[in-house]
């Protein structure tokens, strides 16, 4: 079956730094999802990718698209430490084959003030 | 985007036992899923909730011991059955608006087994 593989599993940066962090899949995804999760709550989305190349920002957030469109990335610029929490990424199957989500196994992410 | 309402959102069960989490939207949805994510993990499909049919199962994971309904295009359950401490899990429900919209999910509700 389909797999993500999302890299790194944890991060432990300083406030102010960057972030990157990216999925790679062995199938094609016509659309990619980033979620973060806090403790407590459910995955909340913060970027959707449609078209292969794509490249969009929410903020301080990027993502893009790959352009085989088997893989993608998240770049967080001038990490804060709300930034905190586990983020995943997802690939969202054609409705004609169930239209489910396919999730990464997540990057937890921690913020020193 | 829909508002997602999952209850209850924590409970502690004896082994044995059964527990139905509802999730309730705000408005018709198109698809409604159910994932299972467990301590320290990513999500895993359960299966997706078919309004006025049966669900449709993942690989690992049976109608027996998930029951789920989905009665009409606002409200779905799903019930974790016989349980043992392995079924400790976060269960989360999510909603598909259809026509390319991404998925959003509830808060989830947090279950554990003694």
């Known amino acids: 079956g389909q797999q993500l593989n999302q890299s790194p599993q944890s991060m432990f940066i300083q406030e102010g730094e960057d972030v990157s962090m990216n999925c790679t899949s062995s199938s094609i995804f016509n659309t990619w999802l980033w979620y973060k999760q806090d403790p407590g709550e459910g995955p909340v989305l913060l970027i959707a990718l449609y078209k292969a190349g794509e490249l969009t920002s929410n903020g301080r957030l990027t993502a893009q698209f790959g352009i085989t469109r088997k893989d993608s990335f998240l770049n967080i610029s001038a990490s804060i430490p709300s930034d905190v929490g586990i983020y995943f990424c997802?690939?969202?199957?054609?409705?004609?084959?169930?239209?489910?989500?396919?999730f990464g196994q997540g990057t937890e992410l921690s913020v020193k003030p | 985007s829909a508002v997602i309402s999952q209850k209850p959102s924590r409970d502690i069960c004896q082994r044995g036992t059964s527990l139905t989490i509802q999730c309730q939207v705000d408005s018709q949805v198109t698809m409604m899923f159910w994932y299972r994510q467990q301590p320290g993990q990513s999500l895993t499909l359960i299966a997706t909730?078919?309004?006025?049919?049966?669900?449709?199962?993942e690989s690992g994971f049976v109608i027996d011991k998930f029951p789920i309904s989905r009665p009409n295009l606002t409200f779905s359950t799903l019930t974790v059955s016989n349980m043992s401490p392995e079924d400790s899990s976060i269960y989360l429900c999510s909603v598909d608006q259809g026509q390319d919209q991404p998925q959003h999910f509830g808060d989830g509700t947090r279950l554990s087994i003694l």
């Open positions: 909730a078919n309004q006025g049919s049966e669900a449709t199962y």
């Open positions: 997802a690939g969202h199957l054609p409705y004609n084959q169930g239209g489910k989500l396919i």
